[in-house]
Every structure is written in C-alpha cells, then in structure tokens.
C-alpha cells in the first residue's frame, strides 16, 4: 500500500505514527511506574511504620525539562549580586565567573535519576532505570512524599530557604534531616530487597562507615573496576563529570546532604522514631554542626548568635556596599579549608567551631572588596587552632589584598581589605559584634 502513496503524505503519516508511537509508550511507561511506585510505597510505609495519607503521583520529565525545574527552584531563593566574586572572597570557590548560580545548580541533574515535588505531591523521574536502581530511586523520592505528607516539607525548608536573610547553614542542616532520612529509608529497603542477614543497625553502620571513605579517586576507581555493572558504571562517569563541572563547594554540600544527614539519622533513630520526629515538629537542627555532631543535638547545644551594629550607622561603610551577609557553619568551613589546599587539617581546623558570620561588601568606586568575619569557638584552643590554619589560608587568598586576623579567648575576628585601606577601624567595628553570651 505504501509504494503506490504519494511522498507527500507518506511522510506525515509516518511522523504521525511515531508520535503517536511516542505516546502510547510514554502513557504505558508511567502506567508501569505507578504500579510500580505503588508497590515500593507499601514497603516504605511499613519500613517507617506510617502510611501514606493519598497516593504519590508518579510523572516522566525529560533530562532537560529536569534541569529547567531545578533552575526555576534556585531562582526562587534570595540572590546575591556579584555572587562569584563573594564566593571568591569568601574562599570556597577560586575559580573564574561561571554562568548565574541557578544554571550551575542545573548541571546537579546529572547527579539525579527524579525528584520529588511538595508543590504538586508529585515524584517526577527522568530516566530508565534497572530494576533494583529503579526500587531504590522510588523508595527515596517516595518518602519525601511521606515525609511530607506528615511534616510539612514547605514550611519546614523550601519556603524557609526563600526568605531574605535565611540562616543559610541552618537550612543545611535542615536538608540534611529530609535527605539523610530518605537515604536511611532506601538503605534499608534495600538490605531488605538483598536479603542481607545482617542486623539491620549493622547493614547501616557499614554503609555509613563506607560512604564515610568517599572520595574522587575510589569515584574513578570503582567506575574502571570490570565488576561494576554497565548500567551503574554510566552513572558513576556521569557523577564524575558532573563533579568536575561544578565548584567543589557546591558538590560537597549536595553530597553532605545526604551522606552526613544518613549517619546522623543513624545516631538520633538510634532512640526509636519519636526521637527521629523531634527533627522535624519540636527541635529542628540549628547548624550543620548537630549534624556532624549528633551529641550537640542531643545536648540541644545552639550556635552563638553573632550580630553587628547596622552597617549603615558608622560612617567607615559609607564608600562600601553590602553584598552578602550570612552564617558559613562547621560544613562549610570544611569545604573552605579542602579548597584552600588545607586538606589533612580541614575538619579538625573546623571543629569546634560554635558560631559565625561574615559580611562581603564591594566599594562603590571600583571593584574592590571588604569582608569581616566574627567565629566563635567552643574552647580558647580551639580558637587558636581555627586563626593558626586561617592565617595559611590567607596565605595564598589574600594576595594583592591584605588582611587581620585577631584571636581574643574562645573569638577570631577577621578583616579582609584591600591594600589601600587601613584595617583597624573595621576590625574596631567587628570588636563590636553581639554575641548573645
């Protein structure tokens, strides 16, 4: 029949039935991933011993419709004018402009097969799994719908993390609890879904103490290895471009995320699950430090809240403008370290640490930077051994600038200015901070 039709209608009519090809497949495909999401929800529910309140939808999105979704959500937050150069100022980036943070985050796709949306109650998936990634994705995604479902996962981070002036190391912290539980739920389903005999306490506190050993090299190591299977092997070379695509800070913290909220969900549900939803309804994680540490969670150990007189009031800010100002936290003064080259020394150099906050601003005339920073420590000590690694760090980062540090008990104040500018009446400004103590 085909030979004998005109050209001109062969080809529309080929189009048209692999379009309509297409579609049958897509609306067959998302049929077989509710049945299975259906499946997989059942098991998460008994796992956490709550059910679910209504059904998950379960929707296909293309990589790039994907990407979109996750620069509309970066967007959303407060933003920061001349963000490369804050980082750069602040020390956890030291590379050139990159295109606007929210597009950055886009290339963190290539980290995740789905996600879970609390706007619409829906787990969208990008691709094709095997079946055991397959269970394993759906078990993650699907209990942030649980977890939504029953604690409200709007309130608790993503309208938090949209308001001016959010307290940006508590909402890593916060995002530790939700995707370290979600890690600790699919870890379990899948010991389960193996039928390791181990106690299940024991399967996690190895899984823990395996993630713990993370690093780029086993990263390539494990991606060379002829034991990795085809499909999983694609996916570690993906996350390994990915990695070096994007800033280091930004791939740790996505990483910690999960990694350091799973081994400290570990601790806490240690006590039962009640103590688990204490996260959540009755005392949320104040810094990433109750996440490194989970005995200051416990201790109910708050940080030091730091503040400084209003800028605006003191006449040595009048050629400067405010950038940024904001809480860096115990997780990412790791990072700034490990980014500076300080690599054996970074957690210790950051333990201890009991609050901060810093302040980046750009003089009015020329592009030229300021930044005070105010940390406090738990312990003298650990102060001194904070303002002995930071002075390497200036050591390299302050070069064509100039900068005072100054350790006063368990505090190190710090200025960062550039030559032509005296330190000493901002660091007399610094002095003036409220700590709360």
Not at 52 to 76: C, G, M, N, T
Request: charged share 25%; proline share 5%; net charge negative.
């Amino acid at each position: 029949m085909y030979a004998s039709m005109p050209r001109k209608w062969l080809y529309p009519l080929i189009a048209g039935c692999l379009l309509v090809a297409a579609v049958v497949a897509a609306v067959l495909w998302s049929s077989r991933l509710e049945r299975q999401a259906s499946r997989v929800a059942k098991e998460v529910a008994e796992i956490r011993g709550l059910g679910f309140k209504h059904a998950i939808a379960v929707r296909l999105l293309s990589q790039a419709e994907a990407r979109a979704f996750i620069e509309d959500e970066i967007a959303k937050t407060p933003k920061i004018e001349d963000f490369w150069a804050v980082k750069r100022m602040l020390g956890v980036y030291r590379g050139p402009d990159l295109a606007p943070p929210e597009k950055i985050y886009g290339d963190l796709i290539g980290l995740a097969a789905g996600l879970y949306d609390s706007y619409t109650n829906t787990f969208f998936q990008f691709e094709d799994l095997d079946e055991q990634l397959q269970r394993m994705l759906f078990a993650h995604e699907l209990y942030h719908g649980l977890q939504d479902q029953y604690f409200d996962m709007q309130g608790y981070l993503v309208e938090r993390a949209r308001r001016p002036g959010v307290n940006n190391d508590e909402i890593l912290a916060r995002q530790a609890v939700i995707e370290g539980e979600a890690t600790y739920i699919d870890s379990i389903y899948l010991g389960r879904m193996t039928n390791d005999p181990r106690p299940e306490r024991e399967q996690l506190a190895a899984m823990i103490a395996a993630q713990a050993e993370w690093s780029p090299d086993k990263w390539e190591e494990t991606a060379r290895d002829l034991a990795t299977p085809e499909e999983s092997r694609a996916r570690l070379l993906l996350a390994i471009e990915t990695r070096k695509r994007l800033p280091r800070y930004m791939f740790e913290t996505f990483v910690g995320a999960y990694v350091d909220g799973m081994s400290f969900i570990h601790a806490v549900h240690e006590k039962g699950w009640s103590e688990v939803e204490k996260l959540y309804r009755d005392h949320p994680p104040e810094s990433t430090e109750q996440i490194l540490h989970p005995e200051k969670w416990f201790a109910r150990e708050a940080p030091v809240s730091i503040s400084w007189p209003a800028f605006g009031t003191d006449p040595i800010f009048a050629d400067w403008q405010l950038l940024d100002e904001n809480v860096l936290g115990e997780r990412l003064w790791r990072v700034l370290f490990r980014e500076q080259g300080i690599e054996a020394e970074a957690n210790s150099a950051a333990a201890g640490w009991g609050g901060d906050r810093y302040a980046v601003f750009r003089n009015r005339n020329g592009n030229t930077y300021l930044m005070l920073t105010f940390t406090s420590w738990d312990t003298p000590d650990d102060a001194v051994e904070f303002a002995t690694a930071y002075r390497r760090v200036l050591e390299t980062k302050s070069r064509g600038a100039q900068a005072a540090v100054r350790a006063q008990g368990s505090d190190v104040l710090i200025v960062e200015c550039p030559l032509d500018v005296s330190p000493d009446a901002f660091m007399e400004f610094n002095r003036r901070a409220s700590t709360g103590r």
